[in-house]
């Protein structure tokens, strides 16, 4: 698979004051407080029933600003949410749009980009836009299928505010099972100590050239729905066998 950047507009929270990194660490399902700057962390922002309001990336700037990143159309209902319990809390939130540059199919870090996806060492994002000529400029159905082929949801695509962490596969990188109490918490807790499976979950496939979002696909003996395609590559959410 071969290297390529391509540009994506993000939606960017910028949370900044004395209370910010404490204020996040009790809001966000990963470990905020012990993040160190320029670290990057990826995280889910719940309801307090458990159910999904957005996927989030936060970056500590410095002691008292960090940035959440996430999907363009998504930040708005990320600072509605934040804003609900921010009372009396030493910390200013304000939302932006901006243009980044994806890498992907990295075989090397790149200079100045932080992890994206999972963080397995082939997918860099830069803030702002750039270019190297070493690196050739993709399209975005190279961009979709890169992501799906990583098994990366989007949110409101692959994943919605009715969906639970359990049938994300993002529970591995984005929660922390140490970092104390947050809202949503008492789902994720359970069902991870109980080993429970989610009703549906969401998987990567292969599926058959001309198969739709929406299309009904089955895998040995379970069905599962398609929420992402491109060519033969496909998320699809599976139901419990």
Not at 27 to 53: F, H, N, W, Y
Not at 211 to 222: K, S
Request: glycine share 8%.
């Amino acid at each position: 698979m071969t290297t390529f950047w391509v540009r994506l507009q993000r939606d960017v929270i910028t949370a900044q004051g004395a209370d910010a990194r404490t204020y996040l660490h009790s809001q966000l399902s990963q470990d905020i407080a012990s993040m160190r700057v320029d670290e990057t962390r990826q995280s889910l922002l719940l309801q307090p029933t458990g159910k999904i309001c957005g996927i989030v990336r936060v970056t500590c700037v410095d002691g008292e600003t960090f940035l959440l990143d996430c999907d363009s159309g998504t930040g708005e209902a990320v600072l509605v949410r934040l804003n609900r319990f921010k009372i009396r809390v030493k910390a200013e939130l304000s939302l932006g749009q901006e243009t980044w540059t994806a890498v992907r199919n990295a075989t090397a870090p790149v200079n100045g980009a932080i992890p994206a996806w999972n963080g397995d060492g082939s997918a860099w994002d830069i803030r702002g836009e750039w270019s190297d000529t070493s690196i050739a400029q993709g399209t975005q159905d190279d961009f979709e299928t890169a992501r799906i082929r990583s098994s990366w949801p989007v949110m409101n695509v692959d994943v919605t505010e009715s969906s639970i962490p359990a049938e994300t596969g993002l529970i591995d990188f984005a929660v922390n099972f140490t970092k104390g109490c947050y809202p949503g918490q008492e789902l994720v807790e359970r069902m991870d100590s109980r080993s429970a499976v989610a009703p549906r979950q969401l998987r990567y496939t292969t599926v058959e050239q001309g198969t739709l979002v929406g299309q009904e696909v089955r895998v040995e003996d379970r069905i599962g729905v398609v929420t992402s395609v491109y060519g033969c590559h496909a998320l699809a959410l599976f139901r419990r066998a």
